[in-house]
């Protein structure tokens, strides 16, 4: 089964490896009840067809709009959801079609941090045997020692070892968190998925849990994917981010190119969501509000799946889909996927898209926030 | 699993937490349990019917007592004392403090001796009945698919089939006993625990937590039983609570229809249905057994009421505090 496709990776694997790389992975939920006699049910396109690579100590920042599938993605590398076609490949090996029982080796490896402090912890169970857990699944460490150890994690993830008798419902939000970071960090893992590690948290705590992220990421080697839908989160912990859209990355870069050659239209009205500290500055900036919805991920629109909504869209963008490639002359580690890609200082509030309505409708005014 | 036990080593959750030893819980947590009883214990009606409960089941343990006391064993007929002389009932007296029946026999030891027939089978017949029904929709609602599709249709079947009937056709039969009584309530009524439960993991294999532990590469069985079961304790206990009385009250039924225990053995259904035909020259015979049977089954509806109170936190009394 695995080895059925073409693995172009396997000969050169041994040079530089990326821990991580995605190859055209795509995840559909079937909707609506199941007949056996309905053919084509609907479908949503969760991930459809995400390619990308992590290296070994990076952090790869994954934003997009709620519902663009990036949650997905994340449950699709920690083989959460068995994935609908595409491969996974971790530290040289596919694991999108392993057993249950041969990626059990392979979940010591890859952990994942997820966004709801509340609904991630047991209710009923102690904080200790819940970070206790991944010794005990993997049969690792006696019990005695296994308390040990999980108070030695909880000492490092800032909390405070005694209390490893207490249940979830005694801590707040941000120490929550620190469990979930705890039980991740037990069977040292070279990769953990972050879903939304701290949209659930109030700003000041955050800083915190992103600052105890990067000092972890420093003493272990760790190498994260993290997900959000803050941009100034991710760019304050990511070497390079990607920008998912309706289950499909449009942009990829280094994270500082990201925000000074910004290509993709959707990048761009991210980026000017973005609140900017200074008052002044804030109310000069350009705004740029898309309209609309994100459209439904059953029927995903034709062609470049931005263009409904995109203030710079062309006819052609509605034809056919834009790869994933370099423009304009950027390097190959910034990928955008666009027919039109903004140059720099481009004014995209003066972009007409040419789907509008015959009058120019007024941007900036309608519509929703992104 | 009549009422959680009222101690606060009700940890439930018991098995995975066996590492700690208990000096080591220096900085105790409180677990839902123990906070549950706390609200529970606040509950004046609730500990009244536990008050009811753990006194039936002394009277049960210590039914011999009742034979000391009054001198006079279960299936004793006392046909010259205990039956007047046209042959009837003898109303309470000093030496029959509740009467006697038709046979001359003390109403009152029957009724101690009864008690423990009620109460086994109430508790082993809702036992069995919890544990099918705990384990059948826990398998359902955390596989979902063709798995919960065939336990669901086994759920309807149980469901609605005519209980008394099969119940009639078994001990037609086998003849009635003891464990024939509670295997047909433990078979039949588990199919409503099974729903309820079903109902809950459905909800909570969405859950994070379960996500969590299937990223540690957790198994099926440990998942259900480590990470799901707590959860779902809390229903099945108030359930359970509640369906001891029903389970109390099915057995009695069927003694009175001649489907439960054979005679002369004393059982609270038994007792009401040989009192019919002298409801009108003895009602002791008939409001003694009935008496101690809707007291029973108060207690334990009242106590379910409290159980539930407690472990529900949108409970009015709970907002007053």
């Known amino acids: 089964m695995t080895t059925t496709s073409p693995a172009p990776a396997a000969p050169r694997a041994a040079q530089e490896e990326p821990l991580l790389r995605l190859t055209d992975v795509r995840k559909y939920f079937p909707v609506g009840s199941s007949r056996l006699w309905e053919r084509d049910r609907a479908v949503v396109h969760a991930v459809d067809g995400v390619s990308l690579t992590v290296a070994r100590g990076e952090t790869l920042g994954l934003v997009g709009e709620t519902g663009c599938g990036k949650s997905t993605l994340a449950r699709c590398i920690a083989r959460l959801y068995d994935l609908t076609s595409g491969e996974v490949w971790f530290d040289g090996q596919d694991i999108s079609r392993l057993s249950r029982r041969r990626m059990r080796p392979v979940r010591r490896d890859v952990q994942m941090i997820f966004q709801d402090p509340y609904g991630s912890l047991n209710p009923h169970r102690r904080v200790g045997s819940i970070i206790g857990d991944p010794f005990a699944i993997h049969g690792i460490e006696s019990r005695r020692s296994r308390r040990q150890a999980a108070q030695e994690l909880m000492e490092r993830v800032g909390l405070n070892p005694e209390h490893y008798n207490r249940f979830p419902a005694e801590f707040s939000g941000g120490q929550r968190q620190r469990i979930g970071l705890a039980r991740a960090l037990a069977l040292r893992p070279k990769l953990i998925v972050c879903d939304e590690p701290v949209s659930a948290l109030d700003v000041s705590i955050q800083a915190q849990i992103i600052n105890l992220l990067a000092d972890l990421q420093q003493e272990f080697g760790l190498t994260y994917v993290f997900i959000s839908h803050d941009l100034s989160v991710v760019r304050h912990v990511s070497d390079r981010i990607a920008v998912m859209y309706l289950g499909k990355i449009v942009e990829l870069a280094p994270t500082d190119e990201l925000f000074e050659l910004t290509r993709h239209p959707y990048t761009r009205s991210l980026l000017s969501a973005l609140p900017a500290p200074d008052p002044d500055t804030a109310d000069s900036r350009e705004r740029i509000v898309l309209a609309g919805d994100v459209p439904n991920p059953t029927r995903p629109p034709s062609g470049c799946r931005f263009h409904p909504r995109c203030p710079k869209a062309h006819l052609d963008c509605a034809a056919s889909e834009p790869p994933l490639l370099p423009v304009l002359g950027d390097g190959a580690e910034h990928p955008t996927a666009c027919f039109y890609p903004l140059e720099p200082g481009e004014d995209l509030s003066l972009a007409v898209s040419e789907f509008a309505p015959a009058a120019e409708r007024p941007r900036g005014g309608t519509g929703d926030t992104p | ?321």
């Open chain 2, 1 to 321: 699993m009549t009422a959680p036990q009222p101690s606060p080593t009700v940890h439930v959750v018991g098995a995975s937490d066996a590492e700690e030893s208990p000096d080591e819980r220096r900085i105790q947590g409180r677990s839902p349990w123990v906070l549950a009883w706390g609200r529970l214990r606040r509950d004046r009606i609730a500990m009244i019917s536990l008050g009811v409960i753990v006194l039936i089941v002394l009277i049960a343990i210590f039914a011999p007592v009742f034979t000391l006391l009054t001198g006079h064993g279960p299936n004793d007929q006392y046909r010259l004392t205990g039956l007047s002389p046209q042959g009837l009932p003898v109303a309470p007296n000093h030496e029959f403090w509740l009467g006697t029946d038709d046979l001359g026999r003390d109403i009152l030891v029957r009724i101690a001796y009864g008690a423990r027939i009620s109460l086994l089978v109430g508790i082993v017949a809702t036992v069995i009945t919890v544990a099918i029904g705990v384990v059948v929709g826990i398998a359902a609602g955390y596989f979902g698919g063709v798995v919960d599709t065939l336990l669901a249709r086994l759920v309807d079947v149980v469901l609605s089939v005519p209980f008394l009937l099969v119940a009639i056709a078994l001990v037609s039969i086998t003849g009635p006993s003891l464990t024939v009584v509670i295997l047909v309530i433990g078979l039949f009524s588990w199919a409503s625990v099974a729903r309820i439960v079903r109902g809950q993991v459905l909800s909570l294999r969405e859950r994070e937590f379960v996500e969590a532990a299937r990223s540690l590469g957790a198994s099926d069985t440990r998942i259900m039983f480590v990470d799901v079961l707590p959860n779902v304790l809390a229903p099945v206990i108030v359930y359970t609570s509640l369906l001891v009385p029903v389970v109390i009250l099915t057995e009695a039924t069927l003694s009175f229809l001649s489907l439960g225990l054979p005679p002369p053995t004393a059982d609270w259904g038994g007792m009401i249905s040989e009192a019919v035909p002298y409801y009108q020259t003895s009602w002791w015979f008939v409001i003694f057994p009935g008496a101690a049977l809707l007291i029973t089954t108060l207690a334990f509806n009242l106590f379910g009421d409290g159980v539930r109170d407690a472990f529900d936190p949108r409970s009015e009394r709970l907002l007053q505090q």
